[in-house]
């Protein structure tokens, strides 16, 4: 059974810091995605990491994916408010079905 | 964004009554999914569908049926609704999948549900 773990699940942090949320997965994949949800809202899709040593920037977001270990990371540089939000990773299980396994989330707030 | 439109938006029910959500899609996506989201589970897959009429069942299927008569319309369907049902459901749209790898999944605005 594939099983998606993030961590931390909450993360409390000032403006102007570096952080990383780690995404671990158990079973092979070559696929892995982060998306944001703002609370009350629908996620929003920020990167598709498609093999080994892929790396995404977009802003003060970067994220990467190592096969080999599992795991994928989402790095934030210089964190500003407007970062707040609750950041998934989901795995795609390699060649099964049509189907992929979310992590529980992590819960960003970042204070001013 | 996608074109993806869920209704109703809110819905409160009373347990033991029949609840039919629909998802309409415009992007002639062929994978449709049904989710729901409950504090401390993350997002859990309860049914999905690779063409219309063909659907399989996700990880939280038991309680849920679906029916996906067009290519744009995906319908979830609560038997006989619970209180361990109530819960933000979201569908999502994908391009492809199976064998050449899921793609990126656009989801819809929600449902909010509640079963008194």
């Known amino acids: 059974e594939l099983k998606v773990e993030q961590n931390p699940l909450f993360l409390s942090m000032q403006e102007g810091k570096n952080y990383t949320i780690y995404c671990n997965y158990s079973t092979t994949s070559d696929r892995l995605y982060w998306y944001r949800q703002d609370p009350g809202k629908s996620l929003e899709s920020l990167f598709v990491?498609?093999?080994?040593?892929a790396v995404k920037q977009e802003g003060r977001l970067m994220a990467s994916l190592d096969t080999k270990a599992r795991l994928s990371t989402l790095h934030i540089t210089a964190a500003v408010h407007d970062l707040s939000a609750t950041y998934f990773c989901a795995v795609d299980i390699v060649r099964r079905d049509d189907k992929i396994i979310f992590g529980k989330g992590t819960r960003l707030h970042i204070l001013p | 964004d996608a074109g993806i439109t869920q209704s109703p938006r809110h819905k409160v029910t009373e347990t033991g009554t029949p609840v039919t959500l629909r998802c309409h899609q415009t992007?002639?996506?062929?994978?449709m999914y049904w989710y729901r989201q409950d504090p401390g589970h993350g997002l859990r897959l309860i049914h999905y569908s690779y063409g219309v009429k063909d659907t399989d069942k996700g990880e939280v299927s038991d309680g849920y049926s679906v029916s996906r008569s067009k290519t744009e319309d995906f319908l979830l369907t609560l038997e006989s609704a619970t209180s361990s049902q109530t819960s933000v459901y979201f569908c999502?749209?994908?391009?492809?999948?199976?064998?050449?790898?899921?793609?990126?999944?656009?989801f819809g605005p929600g449902t909010r549900l509640t079963v008194l």
């Open positions: 992007e002639n996506h062929r994978y």
């Open positions: 999502a749209i994908s391009l492809a999948g199976g064998s050449s790898g899921t793609d990126t999944q656009y």
């Open positions: 990491l498609l093999s080994n040593g």
